[in-house]
């Protein structure tokens, strides 16, 4: 006998009701119908989303069953706020509970580790991450010493101590020790004070470096990737931000963040190519130079899956151009009529919804990287000054891109070489770990 569920409140009217199939998204419809008041206006079923506060959807049942909800307009199927306006209606309609037998919901799809690989690069990742971050930083090219005054510490070194910095978490005084490990190892050739290095934060001429250092580390994994997803991401900062909200006439506040826009492989979730912009910068502009810097690098790009965010002609061209099929998102106001590339593009999306959602939901892993950054080196930025706090959003995709390094050396066998060959290695300076490659 299964464990039954009943949902027992609400008080709308009664529209055309419909049956309710049990399945994972019905647990979600029934929390929805069970905690939150789900109201039936002007022919519409006004339901509350579950991750957006304040965000309502309108649901119309019966005939013309239709949902505002992204979930609906890709698949066309009963989603969560659909089924919750079922679940209302029927209690409302009927006088009683609806009962779900949760024995009979299937269980959610898992997919087997392989924890020999991930626990050896778990338990070398440190050690690794310094070794693969000096080859990184050894082509950096340094700028020529100034004439007079003091020598200042050389550009690999600073970024060295920068990204270290970012993946330790540590504040300034706690990650002291950590530089002078590294120096001791051979892995810088000056001495950095802890207290240093947020001064290397706020350099501007670090950015370009950054960005350059975050492709190479992608490099090694070219021979893997072929779909790349495009998306952005924000990471809070220290300051507070005011605005006035016309909707409710009341005005609010917040912390400000920096938004990132990147381009990550489906595969490996290794970032290929990073921007910056202002924290209310549109995403689908963006999309053309992330693709391009990704070309640029060496990566056969196939297949582009984004969201309707990135859903515009020109985007569908330039992917196009590049080699590769757009799977993006239409907005439910889209049609064809433009032409071209983007009604064939359309005409695929309508009519073919299997295929490319099959494709589409590729994309899904640049939101599983982003929780790993986020994950592993926090939703949060330390420095103070606009160029300090990008540098550090940026040293932090570095590190995030240098750790899937380590885990692939374990999992797949590849050689993260950077700069064509090896740089040779300075007596006394320790040497880097041996690969282990994965049989066959």
């Known amino acids: 006998m299964g464990t039954v569920m009943n949902v027992t ?16 998204r019905e647990l979600k419809a029934l929390e929805l119908a069970a905690r939150h008041k789900i109201a039936f206006r002007d022919g519409y079923w006004v339901v509350p989303s579950q991750t957006s506060p304040g965000r309502t959807y309108r649901v119309r049942l019966g005939d013309n069953l239709s949902c505002e909800c992204e979930n609906w307009i890709l ?93 330790s978490t540590f504040s300034s005084r706690r990650f002291n020790c950590d530089l002078k490990d590294a120096h001791a190892k051979g892995y810088t050739a000056t001495a950095i004070p802890g207290a240093k290095v947020p001064a290397f934060f706020v350099d ?29 991401t924000g990471f809070s900062t220290s300051r507070f931000v005011r605005w006035f909200d016309e909707k409710y006439g009341v005005e609010r506040s917040g912390h400000d963040w920096v938004k990132a826009h990147i381009m990550c492989g489906a595969k490996t979730n290794v970032i290929t190519a990073a921007e910056i912009h202002d924290r209310d910068a549109n995403d689908s502009p963006i999309l053309p130079s992330l693709l391009k810097a990704t070309k640029a690098a060496g990566f056969d ?5 984004a969201d ?20 993006i998102a239409f907005k439910s106001s889209a049609t064809g009529g433009a032409g071209g590339l983007w009604e064939k593009a359309f005409h695929f999306y309508s009519l073919h919804r299997e295929d490319f959602l099959s494709r589409y939901h590729q994309r899904s892993n640049v939101e599983s990287t982003f929780s790993m950054v986020k ?21 932090k995709l570095l590190a995030h891109n240098i750790c899937c390094l380590i885990q692939s050396q374990c999992e797949l066998g590849i050689d993260p070489v950077f700069w064509g060959q090896r740089p040779a290695v300075e007596e006394g300076t320790p040497a880097v770990l041996p690969l282990v490659r994965r049989p066959g």
């Not at 924890?115 to 082509?139: H, I, M, T």
């Not at 790009?301 to 899956?305: F, L, S, T």
């Not at 309707?308 to 757009?326: C, D, L, R």
């Open 75 to 167: 698949t066309l199927q009963p989603c969560k706020h659909i089924t919750a306006a079922r679940i209302v209606c029927a209690r409302d309609r009927g006088g009683k509970a609806v009962a779900i037998d949760t024995d009979a919901v299937p269980k959610r799809p898992t997919y087997r580790q392989d924890w020999p690989a991930y626990n050896l690069a778990q338990s070398v990742e440190k050690d690794r991450f310094q070794e693969l971050l000096r080859d990184l930083c050894a082509g950096i090219v340094e700028p020529p010493p100034p004439k007079c005054g003091r020598r200042p510490h050389r550009v690999k070194d600073a970024v060295f101590a920068m990204a270290f910095k970012v993946y």
């Open 301 to 305: 790009v196939r297949e582009v899956p």
């Open 308 to 327: 309707k965010g990135y859903s515009s002609v020109e985007n569908i061209e330039v992917i196009t151009a590049a080699g590769a099929v757009p799977y």
């Open 375 to 395: 994950a592993k080196f926090r939703d949060h930025v330390r420095s103070k000054t606009d160029t300090a706090m990008k540098n550090e959003v940026y040293c």
């Open 204 to 232: 501007a001429d670090m950015t370009p470096i950054l960005q350059n250092l975050i492709r190479l580390s992608s490099l090694p994994l070219a021979a893997v990737e072929t779909t790349f997803a495009p998306d952005s």
């Open 9 to 24: 409140d609400g008080r709308p009217p009664t529209p055309p009701c419909e049956s309710v199939a049990v399945d994972l």
